[in-house]
């Protein structure tokens, strides 16, 4: 069994890497401790707990957090780090959680969140996910915690690579291709739809976009060619249920994810989960992507339009408004290929079983029981 583990899984990705590994034949599950804006039955396993401690409100210090909590560190000889701490509601769901860790051949620790294994058994393997920002922003010390425990980090987009973490290994999002089917209809009739549903429009560069949007409308032969799509409002009043999502995209031409390069102060600008599920529906992707000469050489050709400034946003907006709609649905159905290639379930399952070593760590543990 391998193990995804975190407190919120962000984009999925503790359940999506499960369902990849299960596609490939290996046994894998996804836990955590509060859920996400998704159908129960497809996001990680929620187990219900009383938080007793909360670093990001500071209300206790590390000195008052259960023995436990402590005990795992100085275990491992760990510097003394803010730690989340809790109690299980119910009794069997803690000993459910804890025969799940017992059981696993590796643990992977997911969205760089060490916190959540201080409480039950220790797996005989770690592994660990960095990917976002808590990553993006304390590389150094979330190195200082994970490199000695883990034996191999996984790393979900390209600014998060080289930043020092052990053994690294590029895994970008796999999705469910069989479920998410294309739409190549040109629902807007002669007109192409041009898409962008930021979850969190700052982060995600909307303003630009939409800067590039309205100078497109105020050109003469553009303005008849398209119609512009968009979400309402801020984070979080942005937000609609990962299926409604799916709805609202899926009639799109075109789909921006994002333009912004840089967050917090750190190198950001690359794509997403967004991008394989529009580029799945049958969508051309296009988006900041600082990582596209990397990705050639780890993956392949990439169909997405990259955009890294407005000025090249335009461009490539004004080159496919520019298509026929033959060329266009070429280029739809290339984006929809390329996803069930090299992103799909069984494709990335490939990849993360030969990353995590799992045929290797099997022989091991089959070794040690016998």
Not at 173 to 187: K, L, V
Not at 238 to 252: G, H, K, S, T, Y
């Amino acid at each position: 069994m391998i193990v995804f583990l975190a407190m919120k899984d962000q984009a999925n990705m503790g359940y999506l890497f499960s369902q990849c590994l299960k596609a490939v034949g290996v046994e894998a599950c996804a836990i955590g401790f509060r859920p996400i804006n998704r159908d129960k039955e497809k996001q990680a396993r929620i187990y219900k707990v009383n938080w007793l401690d909360d670093p990001v409100s500071k209300r206790n210090k590390l000195e008052e957090t259960k023995d436990i909590s402590r005990g795992f560190v100085a275990h491992y000889g760990l510097p003394p780090f803010p730690l989340w701490t809790y109690r299980f509601d119910k009794e069997e769901e803690y000993q459910e959680f804890s025969q799940i860790i017992k059981d696993a051949w590796i643990v992977v620790w997911m969205h760089s969140q060490f916190q959540q294994i201080i409480h039950g058994p220790r797996a005989k393997n770690y592994a660990v996910f960095h990917g976002g920002s808590w990553y993006r922003n304390n590389p150094q010390k979330m190195n200082e915690i994970f490199n000695r425990l883990v034996n191999v980090s996984l790393i979900q987009t390209g600014d998060l690579l080289d930043l020092g973490a052990k053994n690294e290994k590029w895994i970008l999002p796999g999705i469910d291709t069989d479920a998410i089917q294309p739409h190549y209809s040109f629902a807007g009739g002669e007109k192409i739809i041009i898409g962008h549903f930021p979850s969190k429009p700052a982060i995600k560069g909307t303003e630009a976009i939409n800067e590039v949007i309205t100078m497109l409308k105020e050109s003469r032969g553009l303005a008849d060619r398209f119609e512009y799509r968009t979400s309402e409002g801020d984070y979080p009043e942005c937000l609609v249920p990962w299926e409604e999502n799916l709805q609202r995209m899926a009639p799109c031409d075109i789909y921006i994810e994002g333009l912004n390069l840089q967050l917090n102060g750190k190198p950001y600008g690359e794509w997403g989960v967004t991008t394989l599920e529009a580029a799945a529906l049958g969508c051309v992707p296009v988006s900041h992507f600082l990582s596209a000469e990397r990705y050639k050489k780890d993956y392949g050709e990439c169909p997405v339009y990259v955009a890294n400034t407005k000025g090249q946003l335009a461009m490539q907006l004004i080159m496919l408004l520019s298509m026929s709609q033959e060329k266009l649905l070429r280029e739809k159905m290339l984006a929809r290929r390329w996803v069930q290639m090299q992103h799909s379930y069984t494709a990335t399952g490939w990849r993360l079983k030969e990353a995590l070593g799992i045929d290797d760590w099997r022989l091991m543990i089959e070794k040690e029981v016998a």
